[in-house]
């Protein structure tokens, strides 16, 4: 039967490769969230001023029964979708911010962000708004996908050389400090073996030196 500390070390081999991979994992959510707040924040800006908002306020006026009302209505709406509009903005940037300090390339996190905020926009433009998408959206979306893919195998690729000449310096230093640790023992040993320094043997063959 297996001993309880091996269990333990499994354990915590288990726990510590989930964590390697939410930490590696992470800034990707935040960035796609962010992009997603992105998105809702222009449609609600284009609530803010467009005649569908019109249309809602008097669907809910006439929910209400409010008749003469339906300015005010309006006027309220319009408001609710422009504190919506600001609060997903904030939202947006706090979001790509964290996205950004657990992720060393400002460049990745940008394309991610920009990637999702665009596919969120067209989605959400279609199912609220009713907006088509052309033949053109579909290329230019599949020219960000091959963008995305090539930048992100150039910065892994400039991240990995770097890597490999930090390990090569790390290696050769350590050779040359055993090398100067085994040269100076060697020295010691020598002076320590019986052997006369030729400054004292000058100094005992010189009679007139005090």
């Known amino acids: 039967m297996a001993s309880p500390l091996s269990h333990a070390a499994v354990d915590a081999d288990v726990r510590s ?11 990707m959510v935040f960035a796609v969230a962010s992009g997603t707040c992105a998105a809702f924040n222009g449609v609600f800006a284009k609530l803010t001023t ?28 319009r408001s609710i979708f422009f504190l919506l509009n600001l609060g997903f903005n904030a939202l947006m940037w706090v979001l790509f911010t964290r996205a950004l300090t657990l992720h060393t390339s400002t460049t990745k996190v940008s394309i991610l962000n920009t990637s999702s905020n665009f596919l969120f926009t067209a989605v959400l433009g279609l199912l609220i708004f009713r907006e088509s998408l052309p033949p053109l959206w579909f290329a230019g979306a599949f020219l960000l996908v091959i963008g995305n893919v090539v930048i992100g195998r ?29 040269a100076g023992v060697g020295e010691e040993g020598t ?12 100094d005992e063959d010189d009679p007139f030196k005090t």
């Open 17 to 27: 490769g989930f964590s390697i991979i939410n930490s590696r994992s992470s800034w």
């Open 50 to 77: 467009t005649e569908l908002t019109t249309s809602i306020a008097a669907a809910i006026a006439g929910l209400l029964r409010l008749g003469n009302g339906n300015r005010v209505v309006e006027l309220a709406v």
């Open 154 to 182: 150039r910065e892994d690729e400039g991240e990995a050389k770097p890597a490999e000449h930090d390990t090569a310096g790390g290696a050769e230093e350590e050779l040359s400090l055993i090398h100067g640790v085994d």
């Open 191 to 202: 002076e320590g073996s019986g052997r006369v320094r030729p400054d004292r043997v000058e």
